[in-house]
């Protein structure tokens, strides 16, 4: 395998693979570190939901907050980091629910889902701060009113969609 492109966010090899059939094809995957995707719950049951800018599709989205791991990183670890970086709470109740592959065709990415709870303020200097790129608009909603704003084409995330059907 080749690696033909290395960005900041991903990178893509090229070459030759033998199938389980005995095959060799020709295939491009996309590599990318695994990420989580946290369900942040509040004390009265309410999920916190993120609003911001992806530039891939160009528009605003509301989504549950997530981020990929750092090199060296556990999930458990990026969970937390992410929490704090996203919606500037800290997450004292961390579960994790499952990990899948969105898009197995082409990418190795695995999506972690996390449930966090008992969100509380940070540290005062704690170093955990938004990337440069993001500008982010939290709400606290209902579930229900969450699951309503996937029906009516609000919240057209996959990962933020699929994590409003593990909750009871």
């Known amino acids: 395998m080749e690696t033909v492109y290395e960005g900041r966010v991903f990178s893509v090899e090229t070459g030759e ?12 995957i996309v590599r990318h570190s695994p990420s989580v995707v946290l369900i942040p719950f509040e004390d009265d049951g309410r999920v916190v939901i993120i609003r911001q800018y992806r ?6 989205t509301w989504e549950f907050p997530a981020g990929r791991l750092n090199a060296g990183e556990s999930a458990e670890e990026a969970a937390r980091r992410e929490c704090e970086e996203e ?6 109740r961390i579960e994790r629910i499952r990990g899948l592959f969105p898009a197995p065709g082409f990418c190795d990415e695995e999506l972690i889902f996390f449930r966090v709870s008992d969100l509380r303020a940070p540290a005062p200097d704690s170093p955990h701060q938004p990337d440069e790129d993001e500008d982010i608009e939290t709400r606290v909603v209902p579930v229900d009113e969450a699951r309503a704003m996937v029906a009516r084409g609000e919240i057209i995330d996959l990962k933020t969609a699929y994590a409003l059907t593990l909750m009871a």
Do not use: K
């Open 55 to 60: 530039a891939p599709i160009d528009r605003m």
């Open 17 to 28: 693979r033998l199938f389980p059939n005995g095959r060799t094809h020709r295939v491009e």
């Open 87 to 92: 919606i500037s709470r800290v997450p004292h």
